[in-house]
């Protein structure tokens, strides 16, 4: 079974930065996408930012340069790194990964992280 293990939510102050990491894991022979999707509170989920294993990044309107997604292909890894944080950047984020196919498997999946809070406070 493949898993992902999201890190690095918490509180911060408006303003603030923090660094969000997932990690992929599950005898993975490759992952298309791997983006980040937040809930907040009164809204569906949205997407944050998602990367392609050639690095190309895509965000969602509301990032407006805040933020920056990365990816370390050799880890199965994905980061999000969040600047200039607002208070309605408050929610749960999910990272995902898009187009999943394991080793000795013809089959592509896709698969969600369990997600982290993030709370920023005025």
């Known amino acids: 079974q493949v898993q992902l293990v999201e890190s690095g939510g918490g509180l911060v102050q408006a303003g603030g930065s923090l660094t969000l990491s997932c990690a992929a894991s599950?005898?993975?022979?490759?992952?298309?996408?791997m983006g980040w999707y937040r809930q907040v509170p009164l809204k569906q989920r949205e997407l944050v930012a998602i990367?392609?294993?050639?690095?190309?990044?895509n965000y969602g309107d509301f990032v407006k340069g805040r933020f920056t997604i990365s990816r370390d292909n050799a880890k199965n890894t994905v980061y999000l790194q969040m600047n200039s944080l607002k208070d309605e950047d408050t929610g749960v984020y999910y990272c995902?990964?898009?187009?999943?196919?394991?080793?000795?498997?013809?089959?592509?999946?896709?698969?969600w992280g369990q997600g982290t809070q993030v709370t920023v406070s005025s």
């Open positions: 995902k990964a898009v187009r999943v196919r394991k080793y000795g498997s013809i089959i592509y999946i896709d698969y």
């Open positions: 599950g005898s993975i022979f490759s992952i298309d996408g």
């Open positions: 990367i392609s294993s050639g690095g190309t990044a």
